[in-house]
């Protein structure tokens, strides 16, 4: 599959994605709606893994660019933030803290999940 047709399994994905957001007003990115969709693709096997992973690993291997867009907007909005700055950084600190102990008893019951179904 060429390069251009995987941009466009990938374009497709997120452009659905948008009209599930049209529909389903949830208060989600509109991204993570396109990655569902791709996800249910690939699961449903109407797209390989094959056919996305090249352009995939390209964008995983430059994400930090793809978070200036993010960061730009950071500092657009510093004047609303001004006021409230140790209150966001506590819930950065105190989210990623959470964000990792949960990660761990997941990967956790996971693992006693494999260990049983092997036996």
Same mark, same amino acid.
């Given at each position: 599959? %060429?390069?251009?047709?995987? *941009?466009?399994?990938?374009? =497709? %994905? ?5 009209? @599930?957001?049209?529909? =389903?007003?949830i ?12 996800? =249910? ?7 390989? *893994?094959?056919? #996305?992973?090249?352009? %995939? %690993? ?13 960061? *730009? ?6 004047k609303t933030?001004?006021?409230? @700055?140790?209150? #966001?950084?506590? =819930? ?15 990967? $956790?019951?996971? $693992? ?5 179904n092997?036996?």
């Amino acid at each position: 599959m %060429s390069l251009l047709s995987q *941009v466009g399994v990938l374009m =497709i %994905s997120l452009l659905i994605g948008t009209l @599930l957001k049209m529909v =389903i007003p949830i208060p989600v990115p509109i991204t993570v709606y396109g990655m569902i969709v791709l996800f =249910i693709l690939l699961k449903v096997k109407a797209v390989k *893994v094959d056919d #996305v992973e090249p352009v %995939s %690993s390209k964008l995983l291997g430059n994400l930090a660019f793809l978070f200036v867009p993010a960061g *730009v907007g950071m500092i657009n909005e510093f004047k609303t933030l001004e006021g409230h @700055l140790l209150v #966001v950084f506590g =819930i950065i600190i105190l989210s990623n803290f959470l964000t990792l102990f949960v990660t761990g008893h997941v990967v $956790q019951l996971i $693992q006693k999940r494999g260990k049983k179904n092997d036996k």
